[in-house]
């Protein structure tokens, strides 16, 4: 069995959608980000970097385990399974490439792209131009990478992968951060063929009641958006 510590977002859809797709057995523990769980030290002991998702294993081959980051979860789930990572070079150097570009360069910048359009004081007014124009510049950059990428191709590799998985989820939601995809036809297409997945659409779905339907509170925006070093005010 494996806990799944999660909240509904794009990071925690990665892993959902690999869960699902692999079949490993699972259960999921919810980590409610704007209360402040990510804080709690059972959870910092498996995530010290307090971010979900994180997973502890029960059955992994050595005995119980615990991965945070989503992309190690991702390398550890596929090995795991045996399945959606290629085995061997050069289909493993090229899976791991482009794992690593999702998390360095397309999730991050999607979700600062995300904070100024969504979260950000004064984004109704202008006030924060340069930074919404940075980050949706290097969005539109990352779409372009992967629609160079799936020239000629049904995925980013020869065949569905967790490289699939990861970037995904931050191509679902192009639309609400003000991105259309009609400039980018290969990965419209890519996201529709992933989106028909039946595992992928479980795996958006889970904890679909958890999904914040309200504008954050100031409490809830103190812990979300003014971290340090130390644990903001407010956090369990």
Not at 40 to 68: K, T, Y
């Amino acid at each position: 069995m494996i806990d799944f510590h999660y909240w509904p977002t794009p990071n925690g859809w990665k892993i959902a959608i690999m869960l699902e797709e692999c079949g490993l057995p699972y259960r999921m523990i919810p980590v409610n980000i704007g209360a402040g769980d990510q804080f709690r030290p059972e959870f910092l002991a498996i995530s010290p970097n307090n971010r979900m998702p994180a997973v502890l294993d029960h059955d992994a081959p050595d005995g119980p385990v615990s991965v945070f980051e989503s992309g190690a979860i991702l390398i550890h789930l596929a090995e795991r399974s045996g399945r959606f990572m290629p085995a061997e070079n050069p289909g493993r150097k090229e899976c791991l490439e482009w794992l690593f570009w999702q998390v360095g360069n397309l999730g991050p910048m999607a979700g600062q792209l995300s904070h100024f359009v969504n979260y950000a004081p004064g984004k109704d007014t202008g006030e924060h131009a340069y930074s919404r124009t940075r980050y949706a510049n290097e969005y539109h950059r990352c779409l372009g990478v992967l629609e160079r990428r799936l020239e000629g191709r049904d995925y980013i590799l020869d065949e569905y992968s967790i490289a699939d998985m990861a970037s995904f989820p931050w191509v679902l939601i192009s639309k609400p951060l003000g991105q259309g995809l009609e400039e980018f036809p290969r990965v419209a297409a890519w996201r529709e063929r992933i989106k028909a997945r039946p595992a992928v659409q479980r795996g958006v779905d889970l904890g679909k009641e958890l999904r914040r339907r309200t504008p954050p509170t100031e409490q809830e925006r103190a812990i979300l958006f003014n971290q340090t070093g130390h644990p903001p005010t407010g956090a369990v």
